[in-house]
């Protein structure tokens, strides 16, 4: 009984500073959580929370602790931090760590870290799922519906606490979590370098398999250049117009280049990929991160993973999202 009382303790701890707050620290007063869009009872109907769909322009938890106001709605992208106590026991409650914050890349389970206290407060926001009551609900997360440590999630929820500085607490009103996590670091903050044009690179030829590349394009190609629960996109290069681009075409999916041949698009595109360590394609969606659409202008460092004179398929390490 000691023992579960001093997990307990370690656990709320971790919460951030905001987890603080249940004591009604740092001045800003006591969470006061209101009743979740959706009703639950117990964990299990937390499913009924979880969208297939990841949420578009998700806010990074630095950036939402310093423009969120209390009572707002807003989403937020994040991982379950790398710690025993990441999750709250008997309550359901987690916290949930910035990209530019969170440490380590996915550690075994047995041997996590005891604390989540290290990370910047900043970089770390609390996340809770409540009852028709507005009472966090008496059971753990852990282990239940794809929640995990190092688990990548977006929460969509009202903002209950809000400093400015070090203090972020959510209700959740819905969750996405993705099968599979990117790279830590995917996506950069400084253009890369030396960038060259899709077309212009395809047009020359060069290209083999192994060879790193820095490429800058639209995505774009077809209807759906998106693959839906793969990190895969198709990207076009300069070399061709897009049908918003050509004068009084009134297209309603002008990423499609449908004014151009099937033989001229793929002239001008490339196949982008994120891979795990053992190559294989990474189980989530690309659209919606970082803001990214149809025509959307990026530049992607990677290495050429395929070359066969007609398709050209590059393996993203990074990805810089044009502004």
């Not at 959510?170 to 099968?179: E, G, I, R, Y």
């Not at 982008?272 to 989530?284: E, F, N, P």
């Not at 990677?302 to 004179?309: L, S």
Request: some cysteine; proline content about 4%; overall charge positive.
């Amino acid at each position: 009984m000691k023992a579960m009382k001093m997990n307990m303790t370690g656990s709320i701890k971790a919460m951030t500073v905001a987890a603080m707050i249940l004591g009604g620290a740092a001045g800003v007063g006591a969470i006061a959580p209101q009743a979740a869009m959706a009703q639950v009872k117990s964990v299990a109907d937390v499913k009924t929370m979880l969208r297939p769909e990841l949420p578009a322009n998700a806010l990074e938890i630095t950036a939402a602790m310093k423009s969120a106001k209390v009572g707002e709605t807003i989403t937020v992208r994040g991982t379950v931090a790398m710690s025993k106590d990441a999750f709250v026991e008997n309550r359901a409650m987690f916290t949930l760590v910035d990209e530019s914050t969170r440490k380590g890349c996915c550690p075994p389970l047995d041997k996590l870290p005891d604390t989540a206290c290290d990370i910047p407060a900043e970089g770390r926001a609390t996340v809770q799922i409540v009852d028709a009551n507005g009472k966090p609900l008496r059971s753990g997360l852990s282990g239940q519906h794809g929640f995990k440590a190092g688990a990548e999630v977006f929460v969509t929820g009202k903002v209950e606490t809000a400093n400015g500085t070090d203090a972020l607490v959510l209700t959740a009103s819905s969750l996405h979590v993705a099968k599979a996590p990117l790279p830590s670091g995917f996506f950069v903050e400084k253009q890369p370098e030396s960038a060259k044009d899709v077309s212009e690179v395809r047009k020359a030829g060069t290209l083999k398999a192994g060879d790193d590349v820095v490429l800058r394009g639209r995505i774009g190609g077809s209807k759906d250049p998106f693959v839906a629960g793969r990190a895969v996109f198709t990207l076009m290069g300069r070399g061709l117009k897009a049908c918003n681009e050509i004068p009084d075409d009134k297209c309603s999916k002008p990423w499609d280049y449908c004014c151009e041949t099937k033989e001229e698009i793929l002239g001008n595109s490339v196949t982008v990929q994120v891979v795990d360590a053992k190559g294989q394609i990474l189980r989530t969606d690309m659209k919606g991160r970082r803001g990214l659409k149809e025509l959307s202008e990026i530049v992607v460092v990677g290495r050429v993973a395929a070359a066969d004179g007609k398709t050209i398929v590059v393996n993203a390490s990074s990805v810089y999202a044009v502004q």
